[in-house]
């Protein structure tokens, strides 16, 4: 999910300063470690890549719901867009299996909403190489199940969230630094769980 990630400012063909650099740095470790974890899963075959999108919904869910009751949508008018749980589900659904959370995750304050977003929107890059893997797969059912990894291609999704993240100026840094660890370490515990 998050694989080949590791500086997307400058794989976008920019350069973000202040918050976006402070949480790629506090994150950096945690952002190998589930990159680590997470290789470990074979998206080629059908059981890896089962596994692994139940990994991947087991934080997701939980975190989007989080994302939702702190209110979201207000700072995000185009959430709905962004959501990824219905489509991991239909993924999942499509290979026989459902999607479940799995971790349970702090409420959010509205900086906390920004730090865990920097890693969901950031999700997305990596799938993008995710996607590649799944290519090769010998199984047609995998690549009929790919509107998680496909999702919000072609859209601006990750370039609209770093332009609201400099623009943010009610944005407590500590918070949304430890947000973003705490969506990271969700992820690997899902891992180690799926």
Known sequence: MLAGVSDVSTQVGRSFSGLRERLRDATAN??????AQLSSFD??????????????????????????????????PDWRER?????IAADLAQLGSAAQSTVSVPPL?????????YVLEGS??????????????????????????????????????LAKLQNEEAC???EAIESARLAFAAFEQAADRA
């Open 124 to 161: 997305r890059l990596g799938a993008k190489f995710l996607l590649k893997a799944v290519a090769d797969a010998g199984d047609p059912r995998i690549g009929e199940a790919t509107a998680y990894l496909s999702h919000g291609a072609g859209k601006r999704l990750w370039q609209s969230f």
């Open 83 to 87: 959501a990824r749980s219905a489509a």
């Open 30 to 35: 945690a952002h190998r470690e589930l990159d």
């Open 109 to 117: 304050t509205r900086s906390g909403m920004l730090g865990t977003l």
């Open 172 to 174: 407590d840094e500590d």
């Open 43 to 76: 998206l080629t075959v059908l059981s890896g890549y089962r596994r692994f999108l139940q990994a991947s919904a087991g934080a997701l869910l939980p975190l989007e719901a989080a994302l939702v009751q702190a209110g979201v949508a207000k700072m995000f």
